[in-house]
């Protein structure tokens, strides 16, 4: 079993201590197994997969077939063509609602997300209910930061045709009870898209298990390269969809006037895509499963309790996440009282402790809540508890700073 000295040591970026990064919910750093296999593979493999006959491209598809395998095994995907690679989670939601939205929603019919979906959830269906006519819906958080079953059951209704839902809200920590949503939704015969980014580097999610009919997440999220993505989505859903790109190797036979496709998961990864991105990816796969959930869970559940006990007990902020520890993961938003969440990251950034500000891509959740902006400090594997003690001691700093100007 590893210690969390020896998971962190596996990061090289991290081995200067003198700074706390705290910002893995928007790109988690990467361990040397994961860079090591995209340097080999550019060293001793770079070819175009699929795309010759030659030995190279040969080992090149096979090593990018193994990472898609890789991926299936994560998430438990029954066949490894329900795996695409896209960029990133952000292209795999379009592509679902471009693909599967614009070809079977119409007039009437109803889409339901949550209010604390990400953008790159909300806007697409946006578009969606803009050209078929469709109405979008939301469900709304009660005091507690969570989605309780009244408004879940409320919403989603015998119209709802596609629920979006997110399994770990990336700006509140609130872990969504991702089953039954799927359940109520597939009794009124709606599809379900669950964006798992936040929270597969975190907790195991099993795509046959919950029944979820599409799925995405990024690499680069989870100690996997930058520009891969992943879509899973449920063979007969994907068959019969038209492709989202259209171009190279995604076809079978192209005519003057006329074109065919190709078998899944071709028919949707159109044009070279990053190989040596994807094996990083299969990579971070093999690092995750190689510490393991359970251990993980083990260790971010110490943090977050550590961190969400030391950011309570300051008397200068607002924390804006569950009290109910079950239902949350090791995300903290926060303001310090008449401070600009931009001024207080940037204050943080002096004393080398490293946090997002902003609306984190959330403007109609951050809306809802009464907010501008928030202070966000996100959670790896390779934190620790002095990483969390420099956050404090800064933000005691911040106030301290600033009392003087400003009345309470």
């Known amino acids: 079993m590893k210690s969390n000295n020896d998971i962190r040591a596996d990061f090289e970026i ?12 928007a790109t988690s750093q990467h361990p040397k197994q994961v860079l090591d296999s995209v340097n080999d593979y550019y060293l001793h493999h770079n070819a175009n997969p699929y795309r010759g006959a030659y030995s190279l491209s040969v080992t090149a598809t096979q090593m ?5 395998h890789k991926v299936a095994k994560l998430i438990n995907s029954k066949y490894d063509e329900e795996i695409l690679f896209t960029k990133n989670a952000t292209e795999s939601l379009n592509l679902v609602a471009y693909s599967y939205g614009l070809s079977n929603l119409h007039k009437g019919d109803e889409i339901v997300l949550s209010i604390m979906e990400h953008h790159s959830m909300i806007v697409p269906w946006q578009m969606v209910a803009h050209k078929t006519g469709a109405t979008l819906n939301y469900m709304y958080l009660n005091d507690d930061y969570c989605l309780d079953y009244d408004e879940i059951d409320a919403k989603i209704t015998p119209k709802t045709k596609v629920v979006g839902i997110s399994s770990v809200s990336n700006v509140l920590g609130t872990i969504n009870d991702v089953d039954y949503i799927i359940k109520r939704a597939h009794q009124v015969g709606a599809i379900v898209i669950v964006d798992i980014s936040q929270s597969i580097a975190h907790m195991p999610f099993d795509v046959q298990k919950s029944n979820a009919d599409f799925v995405a997440f990024s690499g680069h999220k989870m100690y996997g390269p930058m520009g891969v993505g992943v879509l899973y989505g449920k063979k007969e ?11 190279g190797d995604m076809i ?8 065919t496709f190709a078998e899944l998961p071709n ?41 969400y006990n030391k950011l309570s007990s300051l008397s200068f902020i607002n924390l804006y996440c569950t009290k109910d520890h079950t239902k949350h993961s090791g995300v903290f938003s926060f303001n310090v009282h008449n401070i600009h969440s931009h001024d207080v990251a940037s204050i943080l950034d002096a004393y080398n402790v490293f946090i997002r500000s902003g609306n984190h891509c959330t403007q109609p959740l951050l809306r809802k809540l009464g907010l501008e902006s928030t202070c966000r400090a996100s959670l790896g594997i390779y934190n620790t508890h002095e990483d969390i003690d420099r956050l404090v001691q800064a933000l005691e700093h911040v106030h301290e700073t600033f009392k003087k100007y400003i009345k309470e």
């Open 64 to 68: 990018y077939n193994d990472a898609r």
């Open 252 to 259: 079978e036979y192209v005519y003057e006037q006329d074109a």
């Open 237 to 247: 859903l994907l068959q019969t969809m038209p492709p989202f790109l259209l171009g």
């Open 267 to 307: 028919k949707f990864e159109a044009g070279t895509q990053n190989a040596g991105g994807v094996v990083g990816l299969g990579s971070a796969v093999d690092y995750l499963l190689n510490i393991g959930y359970d251990r993980i869970k083990e260790i971010e559940q110490d943090l977050s309790d550590y961190a």
């Open 14 to 25: 991290l081995k200067n201590n003198e700074y706390a990064y705290l910002d893995s919910g």
